[in-house]
Nanobody, 125 residues
Framework: QERLVESGGGLVHAGGSLTLSCAAS????????LGWFRQAPGKEREIVAA?????TTYYADFVKGRFTISRDKNTVDLKMNSLNPEDTAVYYC?????????????????????WGQGTQVTVSS
């Protein structure tokens, strides 16, 4: 069974750093786009960053210059720096066959092929 498992979430002070990791298993993900999304209470899920099979990257405007996404074949990390309370959310790893597909919204929602279970990131002020 294909699954994505996140790790690394936790509590940090504003201005601090945290690195999230995601391990995908159950099939070969080396040709897939991998990405990170987040969802805060009462808010819609939003894309944070994505990376293609050949390491083309996409970053949401609100994390440019602060977060870095990187990958191996079946793993993807998100290094988060200069965190602020607005970054508090559940962070989800995702995978999709297509780089454009992982970024695509339909009816206001994202539909990657696979979601991880999510990991909580809390930034205190």
């Amino acid at each position: 069974q294909e699954r994505l498992v996140e790790s690394g979430g936790g509590l940090v002070h504003a201005g601090g750093s945290l690195t999230l990791s995601c391990a995908a298993s159950g099939r070969y993900f080396g040709n897939d786009a991998l990405g990170w999304f987040r969802q805060a209470p009462g808010k819609e899920r939003e894309i944070v960053a994505a990376i293609s099979w050949n390491s083309t990257t996409y970053y949401a405007d609100f994390v440019k210059g602060r977060f870095t996404i990187s990958r191996d074949k079946n793993t993807v990390d998100l290094k988060m720096n200069s965190l602020n309370p607005e970054d508090t959310a559940v962070y989800y790893c995702a995978a999709d066959t297509f780089f454009e597909g992982i970024k695509k919204k339909i009816g206001g929602q994202y539909y990657p092929d696979y979601w991880g279970q999510g990991t909580q990131v809390t930034v205190s002020s």
